[in-house]
């Protein structure tokens, strides 16, 4: 198990290289220079254009860049952004928490909401339920986050007025950032509302974020729960006379429950891709909309380092998928 | 056993919904604004956005002058008054007496507002050698932008509520630069109280001034919270909270602003203006903005050195279709280089008509009947004075082709664009300007003087007339005579045409009905000193 753990470990180490050469190329072979953009219409003289250029490092030859950039890093040092002169990781960490609240609640919506659903689609295949789950499920997965949080907004926050439109709490709560987990500090503060204003905050991001994810793990779930209902123990667990909730929850879904494991661990990357489209729409204060603006300003540090910060913790939930691969199927262990 | 499986996950996958209930309202007074971004940080010397000022500039602090609140006139602010030398080269202000800075809860200051106060902001960006100066990050963009650094030549205290500018060359527009957002007056005794403490970084981020409201909280990306400063020298500020919900998105904007979670929503969808004017809950404001979107020529290159032949091409291009089109009801025509919010704007001006036929004869006659070759360069970007550049070419293109000239639509990255037409690779141009400080000389001097070809001038016209006019304006603080000679200056550009003036842009600002006394900036800010909510 340990081997299997330092195996996977030093699969990472390349990829972390690759990533931040790709994210530090790459950025800056998107056209535009940072320091005219910044300047815009109003131009910037070639004296200060000189004195800005070496102050950013941008008159050093890009391979010394990359090389500075990379002893940086390791030094846990990410740079400072060039807009608000923080730290990138200072930056990163006030504004993390938020997205890793709205992306445990999201994946949570998916699963208490997706698993059920695609059990049951199989249990009662072709039939009325699995025609209109399997419909939805694909709408739902080929929704365009945007539009469908507009509509969200619309119906539930405007039309309803059951919901806020966005934001994380109501402004006219006052909470200072304790843990950065909004459910978290709301619970601590001694406001009165205040917990309960964050949860309505949350459920409209949650579904929106949500909902591929959760579009995905039905769909994931009927197929793979339709494979084991077809297998010979099944059929010997009904034999036995097992009552069909019993064959179905402890022998099918157990089983099929492996790949769907996986599947969830690769949401992780849809939920970050489409947390950068719902944190911007629900005004949401975490990491995607922070790098959104980022790419918009041309702030290569925040960019970088947000962009190395967020590929480090894919590489890590992916990790973790592996090793509870493992413990659920011990055979993956001893191979390559 | 199935049936009951069913309803059981259903009964898990129905989403509860609870009624949003708004927290109990305070009593005390709370306007909420949706900020489109978040500020950059609190120390409006140091960036060059609109967002940012808003956040500090327009709120937190004064200038020593300042625009009156939605006009470009100037007026007092921290300064009482103020003399000019003969010779246009010294302004001396006289402070404002019993001013306090706001006490918050990481600053109580000990005296009131004076000089030291002047000369540490100014010092702070100007002086090389001041501790201040290289304090986070040490760039002051704007300062520098409108030529300060080279413009003073000292700075003098000459009492505890006199100082002095003694500038290196007359420039009457130096008054309308001291009542820009970098002239903000900071705090001198806090600054050396954090610089003492090890933190001078700090001013910039826990910002205290003489404004209207002071900082209370900023979350980052999420809010800012300001309060109403109960010692300020015009008097508190009819609301007690001023709260910037950052929200990027307009649609949701919109979406907050019907739902009554902001009162104030800046830059709405042109789509959803419409809508906006219908709802009895919202008054949707509107005001031409302080800006330009032209057409300009390159009249270094023939045949646009020919005034006959950029005439034509100007008398060619069906503008109405364009405003139209393009700004979809947020543009007027334009017929002068400055907008009508500027003080000095020449109405009698006549604009280029739109006459194909003659513009086609006028070609003929300057030796093109079959016309010629050009370009159109295209910018790359969207601006509130041209939100759709390339579709604008697209049509100008289209235009141009009815009376024979052809011309090709050139784009380029806009670092790039903005190189290359300041070297005068380019033909003809899309480009446009937001003023900064409501001076005529912003635009005329900035954009068309002789001084300019090479940076800002892309259209590289020297024209001696227009250019010995707006030097002479700039010599003479007489406001009268300044005026005489902008509009004069107008005359000579639109019997030139340079430019094809396009347009210039609405700004449109929805506020709830319940809001009272809100007035659009022209200078595209946002302030909250005077504006009141109905109970």
């Excluded at chain 1, 730290?87 to 938020?98: D, I, K, M, N, S």
């Excluded at chain 1, 494979?227 to 064959?247: D, F, H, Q, W």
């Excluded at chain 2, 290196?168 to 954090?194: T, V, W």
Aim: glycine share 8%; hydrophobic share 45%; proline share 6%.
């Amino acid at each position: 198990m340990l081997g299997f753990f330092f195996r996977r470990l030093g699969d990472i180490i390349p990829t972390f290289f690759g990533v931040t050469l790709l994210v530090f190329f790459l950025i800056r072979l998107i056209p535009g220079d940072p320091i005219l953009m910044m300047a815009g219409e109003r131009g910037v003289d070639a004296a200060r254009y000189a004195q800005l250029k070496a102050q950013y490092g941008f008159d050093q030859p890009l391979i010394m860049q990359y090389f500075h950039y990379l002893l940086g890093v390791f030094q846990g040092d990410l740079g400072k952004s060039f807009v608000t002169k923080k730290p990138v990781l200072e930056e990163f960490l006030t504004l993390f928490p938020a997205t890793v609240e709205l992306g445990v609640v999201a994946i949570l919506f998916a699963l208490v909401v997706g698993l059920p659903l695609g059990v049951i689609a199989a249990v009662r295949r072709g039939g009325i339920f699995d025609y209109t789950t399997m419909t939805v499920s694909l709408a739902g997965y080929s929704m365009p986050i945007f539009w469908w949080a507009t509509m969200l907004i619309m119906f539930f926050s405007v039309f309803l007025g059951w919901t806020p439109v966005s934001g994380r709490l109501s402004v006219l709560y006052f909470i200072e950032p304790t843990t950065g987990f909004m459910l978290i500090d709301t619970l601590l503060s001694d406001q009165k509302g205040a917990f309960l204003d964050a949860v309505e905050h949350l459920i409209l991001p949650a579904i929106a974020l949500g909902t591929i994810p959760m579009a995905v793990i039905a769909r994931m779930t009927r197929s793979s729960m339709l494979e084991v209902l077809r297998e010979e123990y099944i059929r010997v667990a009904r034999a036995k006379g097992l009552s069909p909730a019993k064959v179905v929850i402890v022998h099918a879904l157990r089983n099929a429950l492996i790949p769907v494991v996986t599947v969830i661990g690769l949401q992780v990357s849809v939920l970050v891709a489409g947390a950068i489209l719902t944190e911007t729409i629900f005004s949401w204060p975490g990491i995607g909309k922070w790098i959104v603006e980022a790419v918009s300003r041309r702030d290569y540090p925040t960019i970088q380092g947000g962009i190395l910060l967020i590929a480090m913790m894919i590489m890590m939930v992916n990790l973790m998928v592996d090793l509870t691969y493992s413990v659920i199927n011990p055979r993956i262990r001893h191979t390559r | 056993m199935k049936s009951t499986l069913v309803k059981a996950t259903l009964g898990a996958a129905l989403v509860a919904t609870t009624a949003w209930a708004a927290p109990s309202a305070a009593s005390a007074k709370t306007l909420v604004y949706c900020s489109e971004a978040s500020p950059e940080g609190f120390n409006p010397q140091l960036y060059t956005t609109g967002t940012t000022f808003d956040a500090t500039s327009k709120n937190i602090f004064n200038r020593l002058v300042q625009f009156k609140r939605g006009t470009t006139t100037i007026v007092p602010g921290l300064a009482t008054n103020w003399d000019v030398s003969a010779d246009g080269m010294e302004y001396t202000f006289h402070l404002r007496k019993g001013v306090k800075f706001q006490t918050t809860s990481f600053f109580t200051p000990t005296r009131d507002f004076n000089a030291d106060d002047v000369m540490y902001s100014f010092d702070r960006m100007w002086d090389k050698d001041n501790p201040y100066h290289g304090v986070s990050g040490g760039s002051y963009e704007y300062f520098n932008a409108m030529s300060m650094p080279e413009l003073i030549k000292d700075i003098v205290k000459v009492d505890d509520y006199t100082v002095k500018f003694v500038l290196n060359r007359p420039e009457a527009p130096f008054i309308a630069n001291m009542a820009m957002d970098f002239a903000s007056i900071l705090s001198a005794e806090y600054a050396d109280k954090m610089m003492e403490a090890g933190t001078p970084e700090q001013v910039d981020l826990q910002p205290v001034g003489t404004g209207p409201f002071q900082f209370v909280q900023y979350q980052k990306d999420a809010v800012i919270r300001y309060k109403a400063n109960p010692d300020y020298w015009e008097g508190k500020a009819p609301i007690d909270n001023l709260i910037f919900a950052i929200t990027p998105d307009a649609t949701v904007r919109f979406q907050k602003l019907k739902a009554g979670e902001c009162q104030v929503v800046p830059y709405p969808n042109p789509a959803d203006l419409k809508a906006m004017d219908a709802d009895p809950s919202i008054n949707l404001m509107s005001q031409e903005g302080l800006n330009i979107g032209y057409l300009g020529y390159n009249t270094e290159k023939a045949p646009l050195d020919k005034t006959e032949v950029r005439k034509a091409l100007t008398m060619a291009i069906n503008k109405d279709a364009i405003i139209e089109a393009i700004y979809q009801g947020a543009g007027t025509k334009a017929k002068n280089p400055i907008p009508p919010t500027i003080w000095s704007y020449n109405n009698d001006v006549v604009d280029d008509p739109y006459d194909p036929e003659a513009a086609k004869k006028m070609l003929a006659d300057a030796g093109f009947p079959n016309g010629f070759e050009t370009d159109i360069w295209a910018m790359p970007v969207q601006r509130p004075y041209n939100p759709n550049a390339r579709r604008m070419a697209e049509m100008i293109q289209a235009d141009w082709a009815k009376i024979g000239v052809k011309a090709k639509i050139v784009s380029y990255e806009w670092g790039e664009y903005l190189e290359r037409t300041k070297k005068g690779e380019q033909g003809t141009f899309l480009m446009g300007w937001t003023g900064d400080n409501g001076d005529p000389d912003n635009f005329l001097a900035v954009l068309l003087g002789c001084d300019a070809v090479g940076s800002s001038n892309r259209s590289r016209w020297c024209n001696k007339d227009f250019d010995d006019l707006i030097q002479q304006a700039k010599t003479t603080s007489d406001v009268l005579e300044r005026t005489r000679l902008y509009e004069q200056a107008q005359v000579v550009f639109k019997e030139q045409d340079p430019w094809a003036t396009i347009a210039h842009s609405i700004v449109f600002e929805p506020v709830r009905a319940e809001v009272e006394n809100y007035k659009i900036d022209p200078f595209g800010g946002h302030i909250f000193y005077g504006v009141d909510i109905k109970e």
